[in-house]
């Protein structure tokens, strides 16, 4: 490379850094253009870049896992309680089925001392009736109780609502139990069982009577049935949701 | 900290079964066997035509009820099934009796009267803001002497006793209360019939047949009640399920 050829090359830089300073001199001059440096500007440096870096990594990837994790941690607990619940509940309902299962024995004990005619029925099987239903007595008092004792499991708003029906099905299933020992205190007092009035109960009246308070028991227990499983449902569908 | 693992998995697994056998013996009858009939006559049948008055008197007082929840003109009612149904104003006066009858006036404007005992179910046909029409299916449209004397099978009175009578009733009592069919004492269900649109179907025989109230049958006199397709039967039960249709094959 020749002198001549060096000096037109520093020429023409030296032209070009010319029109860049008048081009960079137009744009200051242009009304709202900054004039001075971007207080950001020092995010563009190395140290900038550096310091965004160690707060990303540092603070906020942290913290985002230790919010996910928080959430998990709160998902899993609701899961687990929402399990132990529907457990107690499933408990619950086993319970429950069980006072029906009572009822039912002592129905099938009324029927049996009714139909059984006064005069046919022997002591020992009148004593075995009388402590079939001392057993089932207190059998029921324990199953009603058992039961009772679930109904917290199940969500608070439904409870009242479960008590009541509760209640509706325990009168029915009292005057059935009453009826059955009247029942059974008639038997062997006189032909064909004496009520306390004196005067004999008609059969028809009494069978009737009691399926009366059958009925009542079928509709009462439908009806709290309906409750908890529908609670049953609701819950099942929630924990679901956390699974 | 922990998820929910393959353990998890498992136990929901088997879980799931306990808990549908938990619901489905809830469904099961847990007295078992056909039951005995559901009737007034459950000993002995009824001796005399007054013995069958007397037992149709408390019948009607002791009806069931159900409204079906079709079409949606109905859809904002409180309640669908009454238990001991009765016809009265929305809100009773202190000692005023209810009725436990449908009265209304037929297409020759003569007076009908029909009451709960003998009626299956009935349709809306069409109704306006005075009154309104239903098709009442009467069942069993039989009298106490013709039952006493010609002692029906269930199955003979199921196929056969049925008429629709058409009848207009007025949806406010002659004070102007509105009417309704409503259970006994103050908090009791209550279906206003202004709200009964037209297609709404009540049903007198829809609810369980082992859940029923026997009183109710006052025609079920031994003939019938020892019929084996007499579906009404006392079961201690715990059924979700619907019973089989009262009087249909």
Redesign the interface.
């Given at each position: 490379m020749d002198t001549d050829q060096i000096r037109n090359e520093v020429l023409t830089r030296l032209e070009v850094e010319r029109e860049v300073r008048e081009q960079l001199a137009r744009q200051h001059g242009e009304p709202g253009a900054s004039t001075g440096k971007s207080r950001w500007a020092w995010l563009d440096s190395k140290l900038g870049l550096l310091l965004i870096g160690a707060v990303i990594s540092g603070v906020l990837v942290p913290t985002f896992q230790f919010t996910q994790e928080e959430i998990r941690w709160h998902r899993q607990n609701r899961y687990e309680s929402l399990e132990r619940q529907l457990d107690s509940m499933r408990e619950s309902l086993k319970q429950f089925i069980a006072v029906q299962a009572l009822s039912a024995e002592l129905y099938d004990l009324g029927l049996a001392v009714l139909e059984t005619p006064t005069t046919t029925a022997d002591p020992q099987r009148l004593e075995q009736w009388r402590k079939d239903f001392r057993a089932l007595q207190a059998r029921r008092v324990q199953q009603n109780a058992a039961f009772a004792a679930t109904v917290f499991y199940f969500p608070t708003e439904s409870q009242p609502a479960i008590r009541s029906a509760w209640n509706d099905l325990m009168r029915p299933a009292q005057q059935l139990q009453t009826l059955v020992g009247d029942l059974l205190d008639g038997m062997g007092q006189g032909p064909a069982g004496t009520s306390p009035a004196g005067r004999s109960p008609d059969p028809n009246e009494v069978a009737v009577q009691m399926d009366i308070n059958l009925a009542e028991v079928n509709q009462s227990y439908e009806r709290v049935l309906a409750l908890l499983r529908q609670q049953l449902v609701e819950v099942e569908n929630e924990s679901a949701k956390f699974r | 900290?922990?998820?929910?693992s393959s353990g998890d998995v498992a136990?929901?697994i088997v879980?799931l079964p306990?808990?549908c056998c938990?619901?489905g013996?809830?469904g099961a009858d847990?007295?078992g066997g056909r039951g005995?009939p559901?009737?007034?006559?459950?000993?002995?049948g009824p001796a005399s035509v007054q013995d069958l008055e007397e037992a149709r008197v408390i019948a009607d007082q002791h009806q069931a009820l159900s409204i079906s929840a079709e079409p949606a003109a109905a859809g904002d009612l409180d309640s669908r099934q009454i238990?001991k149904v009765s016809l009265r104003a929305e809100k009773p006066l202190q000692g005023e009796s209810a009725r436990y009858a449908l009265v209304g006036r037929s297409d020759s404007g003569t007076t009908v009267t029909l009451r709960f005992s003998q009626i299956e179910s009935f349709v809306v046909t069409s109704s306006n803001r005075k009154s309104i029409t239903l098709a009442v299916t009467v069942w069993p449209d039989i009298s106490p002497e013709e039952l006493l004397r010609t002692k029906p099978s269930y199955r003979q009175l199921a196929d056969g006793y049925r008429r629709t009578v058409v009848l207009t009733m007025d949806l406010k009592s002659p004070d102007g209360r509105p009417l309704a069919f409503a259970g006994p004492g103050e908090y009791g269900a209550v279906i206003p019939l202004e709200k009964l649109g037209p297609g709404t179907k009540g049903d007198f025989y829809a609810g369980?047949p082992?859940?029923?109230?026997?009183?109710r049958f006052w025609w079920a006199i031994p003939s019938i009640a020892n019929d084996k397709d007499y579906p009404y039967r006392?079961i201690?039960?715990?059924?979700?399920e619907r019973g089989p249709a009262a009087n249909q094959g």
């Open positions: - | 900290m922990r998820v929910p136990r929901v879980a306990l808990a938990a619901i013996l809830a847990v007295g005995y559901a009737t007034p006559w459950r000993v002995s238990w369980h082992h859940s029923v109230d026997p009183r006392m201690p039960m715990a059924s979700f």
